[in-house]
């Protein structure tokens, strides 16, 4: 197979949510990859968001197909999915399938396969774990069917590897471990290009940082709580930079009541410079979520020199040794928060470089070249197959 013959169709329900996918296939046009990326979406506003113009060698499709409804009536939803692609994309060019998530995606790549013969991979995601597997028993047939005729099952973070294997049938776990492989979200170049200097200056008070929406499952009260334990024992502050979401309210009526006066409440900051500026004027970034993906703005901190809190089991769960740059927390426990926050204060100002340099794993250029070679292999086996 010539190699820039390839083609490659994405399903991807969450593209026109999600700046990083929009990074990943640009990447990919970029290391010669033809491309169609299949954006089902809910409302008329998110048609074109984060199109990437400009390349021959992408092609998007957004179809307004998507119902609430279909949140509950899931096989509806994926039929309804897979008709609009089989009409408007003409699937038997493209060598392989690149399903975004494992159910939403996953079912429409399964049924391609089982139609056109066209090989998938999949990713597992924060929803497919959290949501889909907690709340829908009755979708579990589903789930095995399509990581079993899956030719390569993608995680964002070991953890989630993990979660899944714990969940899985026992004698399925050996075929998921053959065909499972770990590749992070890459950060944009911005973050690895631009540094802020290091401000070692300030040791007193401990500077603790946020950035984020304002959704309940950001466990913004148990960040706020952690850092309530900290500033009894030492002078210490915490800025929230964000907004929006499920819980925004219950933080600003949880601040009024004046009990917690080391807390900065700061807007959304859309521009770079400026958060890039924030970054620089803390010491340690604190995320505790109770459901995390993966977690970009750990990795932004990361490269801007700030160590970060997490929770144990989600996000970036596993990428880093103990000791170093990170600290996996119990969210449910303000305890357990304040005592990952002391563990990576106590390393100040050390570590800052080393943080850095952690973050330059997250690099676009090295995870779309991952993908391509990824691509290039499934595609050349399904050859090889088919000539048998």
Known sequence: MAKSKLKVLHICSDYAKQRLYRDLVVKLAKNHVEQFVYVPVRSKEEVNRNLADGYHNIQFRYSNVLRKYHRLCFRLKTSKVLNDVQKHVDIRQYAITHAHFLYSDGVVARKIQKKFDIPYIVAVRNTDINVFMKYRPDLRWICWDILRNASQVVFVTPSYFQKLSELAPSNFRALLENKSKVIPNGLDEFWHENHSPFDNASECPLRLLYVGDFSQNKNIAGAIKAAKILNDENPTTLTLVGSGGDGEKFIDD???T??????????????REALREIYGAHDIFLMPSFFETFGLSYIEA????LPVVHTQGQGIDGYFPVGGVAEAVDPSNPASIAEGIRALSKRLPSIKTQCVQESKKFNWNVISKNYKELYYKIACQQIQHQGQ
Do not use: E, K
């Open 254 to 256: 949880m601040l009024a």
């Open 258 to 271: 004046g009990n917690y006066p080391f807390v900065a409440r700061v807007g959304r900051i859309n521009d």
């Open 302 to 305: 990361l490269s801007q020199g």
